[in-house]
């Protein structure tokens, strides 16, 4: 009787075996990622329209006015808030050079004020 020899070892057959495995979890992976960009492209056009829609209501009602559950789901939420407090720094009168009706203007001293 002739006794053939194997033509491949335990370990060639063990990593031949893992390569088939993993062939299939990669194939498995690459389909989820497929489906994970097109979920991402929806979610991505789904959030277009809706801060579209949020900032026509922003512009009727004004961003103080508007949900903060709205907000929570604009991806331009900050910038919203942004644009609503250069708005209100705008609104703010502005004092004269050389006044002192700024708070934070240092007021003049008295004899009684070095006593202390």
């Given at each position: 009787?002739?006794?053939?020899f ?8 063990e990593?031949d ?55 929570d789901?604009?991806?331009?939420a ?11 720094d ?14 934070t ?6 004899e ?5």
């Open positions: 009787m002739i006794v053939e194997p033509t491949k070892n335990k370990l060639e057959k990593l075996e893992t390569i088939e495995v993993l062939d299939e979890l990669y194939d498995a992976l690459n389909e989820i990622m497929g489906h994970l960009n097109e979920l991402e492209l929806r979610a991505y056009e789904v959030e277009a329209g809706f801060d579209h829609a949020l900032t026509k209501l922003i512009k009727q009602k004004g961003i103080q006015n508007v949900s903060a559950k709205y907000l789901y604009s991806s331009n900050e910038n919203y808030f942004y644009e609503y407090k250069e708005w209100q705008s609104q703010k009168p502005r004092a004269e050079p050389g006044s002192h009706s700024d708070e203007s240092e007021k003049p001293r008295s009684d004020d070095e006593k202390v």
